[in-house]
């Protein structure tokens, strides 16, 4: 069964710095994973989705995810952190009917 | 397109008061269609999912049951709440073909008191 891993739980940036937020996986097949970003007292909102096509990946707000088999890893970058991007990220993939969901990264952005 | 509704956004209940969460779906047939709980500062709970109309599968024994009583419709309910029944409850749909992403409701903050 795939699982994901986010490493870090809390990541702290200044605006205008990139950010990272590191996600790896465990599966024994190409998996699709996604990325989502949840704002306090809000529902969850996809970011952008893997779906074995190209590995470098584009969202929304300016976000990009890099899928690299090799280390089995799905980060998600951002050049340039903006105030409204503190939040809570979730590294999310399939598991046959269910999903199975990092732990969360929360995100603090200082100005 | 395809929206997810879901009511109300925040409700205070008190212990041993039944509840009542409904969810819908639009723009879409067939769905899976998932119950989560998120307590505070965690991550997210599979409570229940379903895959067709009256198919409830039940993740975590408690006092919540969930029923599907249309293709769009997915209610979580409990006879009598508890302290710790409270949190945010999100709901979300996912097609049913292989691999695809969920998209989730704006979620429902309850507090029993």
């Known amino acids: 069964a795939q699982s994901v891993t986010q490493l870090d739980s809390h990541v702290s940036v200044s605006e205008g710095t990139p950010v990272l937020l590191r996600c790896n996986y465990s599966s024994s097949y190409s998996p699709s994973l996604f990325w989502y970003v949840q704002h306090p007292n809000k529902g969850l909102q996809l970011l952008l989705k893997y779906t074995s096509a190209a590995t470098l990946v584009k969202g929304i707000n300016g976000f990009e995810a890099e899928f690299k088999k090799s280390e089995t890893s799905f980060h998600l970058t951002k050049p340039s952190a903006h105030m409204s991007d503190a939040a809570e990220y979730f590294c999310?993939?399939?598991?046959?009917?269910?999903?199975?969901f990092g732990g969360g990264t929360r995100v603090l952005v200082k100005p | 397109s395809q929206t997810i509704h879901q009511w109300p956004a925040t409700l205070v209940q008190p212990v041993g008061s039944p509840l009542s969460l409904e969810c819908t779906v639009e723009g879409t047939s067939n769905p899976n269609l998932y119950w989560y709980r998120q307590a505070a500062g965690r991550g997210l709970q599979l409570l229940f999912y379903?895959?067709?109309?009256?198919?409830i599968s039940s993740e975590v024994p408690q006092n919540l049951s969930a029923s599907r009583p249309q293709d769009r419709q997915f209610i979580l309910s409990s006879k009598k709440l508890l302290l710790s029944d409270s949190g945010f409850y999100l709901c979300a749909w996912r097609s049913m073909a292989w691999n695809t992403e969920a998209f989730f409701g704006q979620g429902t903050r309850l507090t029993v008191v």
């Open positions: 999310v993939g399939p598991a046959g009917n269910k999903l199975t």
């Open positions: 379903s895959v067709g109309i009256g198919q």
